[in-house]
């Protein structure tokens, strides 16, 4: 079997994927929330509990494939409260199951400017980078986490995750580098193990 088609069948796996709250209408004749189609059973929510609500909504219609009526609760809400992280979150998720891959990355570039983004937004960013084929920006996201992490786990996965973009970019000694340095780190890292002998079998395959 030509390793090659193994190393895309690892890239594809990155393509499964994540997302990550709702309160109370108020008596107000009309919202400027973008309610649609469905209203909460309480009728004293305020504008921010209708928020909420039309957030869990857009929300839900992802989860449901609904990805038109998503898109349209997405596009107000963002204008509605356009430096909530929560909307660009979900916007990466929508794209990434439209197939829009370019735009997916977009999207959760805007959540690493956000003061209250995560280490998990950083991943997903990253992830987005490498499906995108930007390895640069990928790897300063991992290249960041070995610089800042006092956590042996975190290091591991950055120098994994390193280690895998140089695959991907068919810079074999790189690779096998990062992959070593995280079996140093931890002997038995199978991540780490698997991607060692799928090297050593690409090289195998080279020189026959």
């Given at each position: 079997?030509?390793?090659?088609?193994?190393?895309?069948?690892?890239?594809?796996?990155?393509?499964?994927?994540?997302?990550?709250e709702p309160k109370k209408l108020s008596g107000k004749p009309k919202s400027s929330v973008p309610m649609e189609e469905v209203k909460p059973l309480a009728k004293d929510l305020t504008e921010e509990d209708e928020y909420e609500f039309a957030l869990d909504l857009a929300r839900m219609k992802i989860e449901q494939?609904?990805?038109?009526?998503?898109?349209?609760?997405?596009k107000k809400l963002k204008q509605f409260k356009p430096e909530d992280i929560r909307i660009y979150?979900?916007?990466?998720?929508y794209y990434e199951k439209q197939g829009n891959l370019e735009m997916a990355f977009i999207s959760s570039q805007q959540t690493l400017k956000n003061p209250y983004k995560t280490i998990q937004d950083e991943q997903k960013y990253a992830r987005y980078a490498l499906l995108n084929e930007n390895y640069v920006e990928a790897d300063k996201i991992y290249q960041a986490w070995l610089d800042r992490t006092g956590s042996q786990t975190v290091t591991v996965i950055a120098l994994n995750n390193l280690g895998f973009s140089a695959l991907l970019q068919k810079d074999f000694d790189k690779a096998q580098s990062y992959f070593l340095r995280a079996l140093?780190?931890?002997?038995?890292?199978?991540?780490?193990?698997?991607n060692l002998k799928l090297i050593q079998s690409i090289q195998t395959d080279q020189t026959n």
């Open positions: 079997m030509n390793k090659y088609l193994i190393l895309m069948a690892a890239f594809l796996f990155l393509l499964s994927g994540c997302s990550s494939e609904h990805y038109a009526k998503a898109y349209s609760l997405l979150r979900l916007l990466s998720t140093k780190l931890d002997p038995l890292n199978e991540k780490a193990r698997n």
